[in-house]
């Protein structure tokens, strides 16, 4: 009896701790899934945002909301594109990320052929992004200096085209006024000056360069100018990699910040900024406001927060954090290396997401970072990674509904046929994102046929044909 009574005692015991760990898991589980659930977006809410997208468009293109609308609807005063008969030699800068390149286009002989193109990389400093404006400048004009000593045409009189990948108010096409910087640039004495004659200047200072600065453009609008090159219906430029904006073709009429109503002309929609006035502040998470309020500019491009590149990785660590704080993930222990910022770099969500990798590699991918982690853990970790990118595909398809929308609108059109041109890590890396992007464009946006063409070296190449076009018609 003694005996029965002690077996009794001990599969009692064993039950309740089987029972007890059961409920832990399941609470755990509920927590996981309520505190994701904010960031899984409806068809409703990806709806709404496309169309506070295109009302928000709207305001930027009027005069008397221009000013304080947060899409600022840019002008590129850009109505060209070009034709394939350009010929000569023309060089491009394109600066807006952590690298700068300096590229060499050359066009002849056959109409929409770009015989030779040469270009090389250049690392930006971090001292020089976010030292002194001149500074940056003159380090830029090295960087070509080097070029063209190594191409042999230091002294060579070049038409320029000046890819500057920030916002910029422009009045002109070879002029253009800083907004504000974004992307971890904080030079001083640049914000409120145009950027062309800071270039101008520092091709002073250097000397010897004999180059003639004919336009100004974002990389957004170099995109879509390249992939129209070749394809004359692209006419909607999108970039999604360290940041985000697209640009597209609007009717003159529709601009009212710009003289002229006939044909049409490039906007600049610096869409990164949509969600700056609050109108997004109902579908922004707990995770969304640490990363703006630890990032350099605090309640600005919040759109781009979202979907970018350079904050993706960075809403992914406080989720995590947030997980092992409640004892979810590596065993409750939030190591240093979880608590430095931008140790968790957007490059690992597209490697842990991929469809080729197992469970061990993305074990392995985590214990590489320095993070003691289990199996669960691996399985928790990509589920929250997919949940983060998913979204940003998502938010990013329904910004570009409500672009491919507007223009099937402003031309009257039951159905629209129009080609993006795109370019960004994130569209090309990721093994999702651009699936999950284009199906919610197709989704949202049923009457337009949106065929997305990758641009290959699109923001540079783009200011060279851009130059080439102009000087063309001069």
């Known amino acids: 009896m003694g005996q029965c009574t002690e077996l009794f005692h001990s599969t009692g015991k064993g ?21 994701l659930a904010p960031l899984q977006l409806s068809r409703e809410q990806l709806l709404k945002i496309m169309q506070i997208m295109k009302n928000e468009m709207k305001l930027g293109l009027k005069t008397e909301t221009h000013s304080t609308a947060t899409l600022k609807m840019l002008p590129t005063f850009i109505q060209k594109f070009p034709d394939g008969t350009e010929r000569g030699k023309f060089l491009a800068l394109d600066l807006g990320g952590t690298n700068f390149r300096v590229l060499l286009l050359v066009l002849r002989n056959r109409p929409r052929m770009i015989s030779q193109t040469y270009q090389k990389s250049y690392s930006v400093p971090m001292e020089v992004m976010q030292g002194i404006g001149e500074e940056l400048f003159d380090w830029i004009v090295e960087c070509i200096v080097e070029f063209l000593d190594y191409m042999g045409m230091k002294c060579a009189p070049l038409p320029l085209g000046f890819t500057f990948s920030f916002p910029c108010i422009q009045h002109r096409l070879d002029q253009g006024v800083l ?18 004659f800071l270039l101008k200047e520092a091709i002073k200072r250097q000397g010897e360069l004999n180059l003639d600065i004919v336009a100004l453009l974002n990389d957004t609008v170099g995109t879509m100018m390249t992939c129209a090159y070749e394809n004359p219906n692209c006419e909607v430029g999108l970039i999604a990699g360290t940041g ?37 502040d109902d579908i922004r998470t707990t ?14 491009q919040k759109y781009e927060k979202m979907i970018s590149g350079m904050y993706l990785g960075e809403i992914v660590r406080n989720i995590l954090i947030n997980f092992t704080k409640h004892g979810l993930l590596f065993r ?6 979880l608590k430095t910022s931008g140790i968790f770099e957007t490059s690992y969500m597209s490697q842990i997401e991929s469809d080729r ?22 399985i928790i970790v990509k589920e929250v990674c997919s949940v983060v990118s998913k979204r940003s595909a998502q938010l990013c398809g329904a910004g570009m509904a409500a672009v491919v929308d507007k223009i099937r609108e402003n031309r009257g059109l039951n ?10 890590t994130l569209y090309k890396l990721h ?23 990758l641009s290959e070296d699109g923001s540079g190449k783009g200011a060279a044909l851009v130059t080439a076009a102009v000087k063309q018609s001069n």
């Open 15 to 35: 039950a309740a701790m089987v029972t007890a760990v059961a409920y832990r898991l399941v609470n755990q589980r509920k927590y996981q899934d309520k505190t």
């Open 179 to 196: 907004v504000n910087w974004t992307k971890g640039f904080k030079a001083t004495d640049v914000e409120g000056d145009d950027v062309v």
């Open 244 to 280: 985000t904006n697209a640009c597209y073709m609007e009717e003159m009429k529709n601009i009212e910040i710009v003289d002229g109503v006939e044909g049409r002309m490039c906007i600049n929609t610096e869409w990164g900024a949509f969600g700056d006035n609050g109108c997004l």
């Open 287 to 300: 995770f969304d406001r640490l990363v703006d309020i630890n990032s350099l500019n605090p309640g600005k």
């Open 415 to 424: 159905h629209l046929e129009i080609t993006v041109g795109v370019d960004g």
């Open 332 to 337: 409750g222990f939030v190591s240093p290396v």
């Open 357 to 378: 990798l197992g469970l061990l590699q993305v074990h392995s991918i985590l214990q590489n970072l320095g993070l003691d982690c289990t199996c669960d853990d691996s």
């Open 431 to 453: 093994p999702h994102f651009s699936t999950i992007m284009q199906e919610t464009v197709k989704d949202l946006a049923p009457s337009c046929d949106v065929k997305f063409v």
